[in-house]
Every structure is written in C-alpha cells, then in structure tokens.
C-alpha cells in the first residue's frame, strides 16, 4: 500500500485556531501562533492538520458564518500568514487541510447585502427567499438546529430567508447555478493556494427540498440528538426536507471533477443527516467526497456493542468510499468527560485507549487539539459563555465552549496559551496536563500517544487492512485487521475493571497494557486484559 493516497489512513490534527496559540496579546489564537506550534504538532507523528475557519467573520459562530471566502480575518493575521503556514507544514511533511463552510454565509456577506435589498437585484435568488402565508407566519415548520424557526422576516423584501443554524448565517440557494459555480470557484481560489484537502462542513445542508414541505413529527422515543441536544426541539422532526436532498449528488460530483484537478487533494463531508452513516456511504461513492465522517461517535452513547454496531453498520454500506472517525472535535464535549466516569478524574491509560482505538479502525482519524494530552471537559461558567448556542439552550446544554478552552502549554496563569486574558477561561485541571509537564513525563499521555503513533505507522494491516469484528462480551470491543495475508487481532477493555477473555488464536503480542507498551506470547486460551488494557496480537 506504498501507493496509496496520504489521505487513507491519515491521522488528522484539528487546530481550533482560537484557541490554539495567541502571538498578538489580544487573548484569541492566530496563524502565527499555528506556524510557532507546527514544529510540535509534526512530532506528534500525524499527517495532516486541519484548520477551522479563520476567514473573514463577524464572528456570530467563531468563523462558521463566513463574510469572504478568499481573505483571513485580521484577528486571526493575513493571507501571508497562512502562505507562510503552508510552506512551513509542507516542509515538516505535514498536509494542510481547511474548513469550508458552503451552504450559508453570514449575514454581512456583499452577496446577501445585495440580495436582501430588492426582489430583482442580480443576486436576488442567490438565497432561499419565500412570501409568507396568509396569516403571515413562515412558510413550513423547518427548525434551526439553534433553536426556533429556521425562517427569518426581512423587511425591505417582505419575505423569509432560510436559516438552517443562526438567524445570521442565511441559506444559499444551491438550486442557482450561478450560486454553485461561485462557490466551485471560491473553492478553487484554495487550491490554487497549494491546500492539500478541504473539511466540508454541513455538506448535506446545501440543497433544500424546492416543494418547501413539511418535515413530519419525530416519534419521542426516537429524539435523540446527533451533534445537538436531545431537549433542542431540532430533535422533535424527521428532517427530510431542509437538507440531503437528491440534488446534492450532482453538486458533490462537480466540486470532486474539480478536485480531481490537482494532484493528491482530498474532500472530508460532514454529515449529519436522519441516517448519517448511509448519506456517508451515498456520498463517498461514484467519484463523490473522498472522505466522510459523522456524529456517531461523537455522541453519548457508549459501549463496546455501540461501537461495534455503528462501524459494522457503515462497513455494511460503504462499498466504494473510505470512512473517517472522530470521537471529539470542536462541537462536542471533550471525549475523556462524555464517555468517562462522571465527577472523576480520568485515568491516563483511559486517554491513551481511547486514541488506541479510535486509530485501530479502518479509515482515516481525526484528532481534535489537546486529545493528545487527555483534556476534560472544562466547566465554563454562564457569565463566561461565549457560544451561542449555549447561551439559547442553558442550564440543561452548556453549548460548546467547555471544549473550545485555549490550549495548555504551560502551568502558568494563562496556561503559555497568552500574554492577556484569553477569550475563554483555562481551568486549573488543564494546567496540570499542559504540554510542558507532560514533555517531561516519559509516562504521560503526550509520550505515549507519539510512541503509539510511530508504532501504528509501520502497522500496514492498521492503516489499510479490511475490518472483521469478533463476538466479544461487555465490555470488550476486539476485532480483527486484515491485509496481504498478514492479520492483527486488537482488544480494547473499555472498563476500569480487570476482564478474562476467551482468545482462541496463536500469535506474537504487542500489548499496550495501560499505556506501557510490553512484548508477549499468545497462546490460545484466556487472555488478563487490565482496565483500560489494549491487546495487539499478530495472529497466525
């Protein structure tokens, strides 16, 4: 598999940028303090990072409500800065990948000034624009996923817009094909730059249902939140009509004959859709996105059994495409805290697990900043909130903001992350894991998250090898991986608890024990896993 596109089997770094390093001293993260970082980020021993949006924004969602898609915002520097970026990645091997944000704009984009302003401007279609009924209320019961009607009144044209996530991050009309090919060709301006792949977020939510109807009543026993609270009312629909509609295939098709342009560039689609892990499968196929990941493990839910459902449910699907994994990002609770023991102190081996079998999946990984350190879930208190979407939903959603906390570098008092007080707070438990102090540690989360990674980086059947699970009781999730002959059989305790298990195979071990790495036999029989215990065993 010498020859197989970096992009399969790539471990990818997400860098929040906000919260990454701030060079300036205005307490918000930068691309300089990314460039100053990427020396560290490379001995990590990932592939690629990937750098959420810092373009031009008033900033209603931190980047996601876009302004201008072809400049930097100067919070977060210049177009230099992110030359400069580039080239030093590139010349420490890593691959650059960027958010784009395609189904919506913010509110203060020159396109929807313009078309906000009349009925019959040049861009007046270019978003999602319907009169009103009779009595004046919307024109369907289409939800924002931040809560209330996904429709917003503007009165110079007396019609609705569409707002499938904040009120200022209207919908393009993805129906125009004017719309689609300023967007293809903003995309391009990217490429061109030398970006080596493109995160597309909410890459189902570009096209609506044109017959604007209804989305049905979702049954209460089935209101279970997908990257959003379960109590948000965006829960109470089946939502068929305000994204993933069939028109979408054609346009994944045209931005992927793009792509296919220039050499070794690869498109990750998040979905998030009523059955994301089939909309992957679609969207991954038949020259579509190259990649694909979903919520599904970035939920609650967590057990050897769901884990194993939900990647044999996809590898069940996806017959051409190539899965990715996450099981935290810049949208979810940190994942120590949502699938740990509440009100305690995660263990390092559970951290280290949890990367161990994140990374033993088939498919690509990404990392979000600060996994490689086992951070928790910061508590930020009210008064401190910056996202909206917990501000709308508190006390019972707390938003985002608890795994946004800038990153530790230092035990300081701002954590290495600033010279002036960041833009959100450093909980005194992330100063204990920062950077400096576990570099010093040969036992810490940090060391052995580098260590397993140079060890899976020469694990060929890890990287590309074909996925079989084993029937294993609770709570042990094994399986094997598979490629040119050569098998790994891969066990992960997902229990604190010592657990016996039946292995009835023979084969040379390495075992990450914990986390400490030992050497053994495997002998066909029973097998001691510790809590927390990862097996690898090369199997005959």
Known sequence: ?????????????????????????????????????LDYVASLGVDAIWVAPFFRSPMADFGYDIADYRDVDPLFGSLADFDRLLAKAHGLGLKVMIDQVLSHTSNEHAWFRESRESRDNPKADWYVWVDAQ??????????????????????????YYLHNFLSSQPDLNFHHPDVRRAVLDNVKFWLDRGVDGLRLDAINFCFHDRQLRDNPAKPVESRVGRGFSADNPYAFQCHWYNNTQPENLSFLADLRALMDRY?????????????????MAEYTCDQRLHMGYSFELLTDDFSAGYIRDTV????????????????????????????????????AAWASMLTAMLCSLRGSVCIYQGEELGLSEAEVPFEALQDPYGIAFWPSFKGRDGCRTPMPWDDGVHAGFSAAAPWLPVPDEHRALAVAQQERDPASVLNHFRAFMQWRRDQPALRWGDIAFLDTPE?????????????????????????????????????????????????????????????????E
Not at 134 to 154: C, I, K, M, Q
Not at 263 to 277: N, Q, T
Not at 317 to 325: A, I, K
């Open 263 to 279: 050499p070794e560039v690869a498109a990750l689609g998040e979905i998030s859709s009523e059955d994301s892990l089939a909309t």
């Open 134 to 159: 009779a009595d004046g209320t919307p024109p369907n019961n289409w939800l924002s996923l931040f809560g209330g009607s996904a429709w917003r009144w503007e009165p110079r044209r007396k019609q």
């Open 1 to 37: 598999m010498s020859d197989a596109p970096w992009w399969r089997s790539a471990v990818i770094y997400q860098i929040y940028p906000r919260s990454f390093l701030d060079t300036n001293g205005d307490g918000v993260g930068d691309l300089p303090g990314i460039i100053q970082r």
């Open 475 to 539: 709570p042990v999730l094994a399986f094997t991986r598979s490629l040119a002959g050569e098998s790994v059989l891969v066990a992960f305790n997902l229990a604190e608890r010592v657990v016996d298990l039946a292995v009835p195979v023979v084969g040379e071990v390495v075992c990450l024990q914990g986390h400490g790495l030992a050497q053994g036999v495997l002998d066909g029989g029973r097998l001691r896993l510790p809590g927390f215990g990862v097996l690898f065993a090369r199997v």
């Open 312 to 347: 044999q449910n996809l590898e069940s699907q996806m017959t051409e495409g190539w899965p990715c994994w996450a099981i935290s990002n810049h949208d979810v609770k940190r994942v120590v805290t949502r699938w740990g023991r509440a009100g305690q102190a995660p263990p």
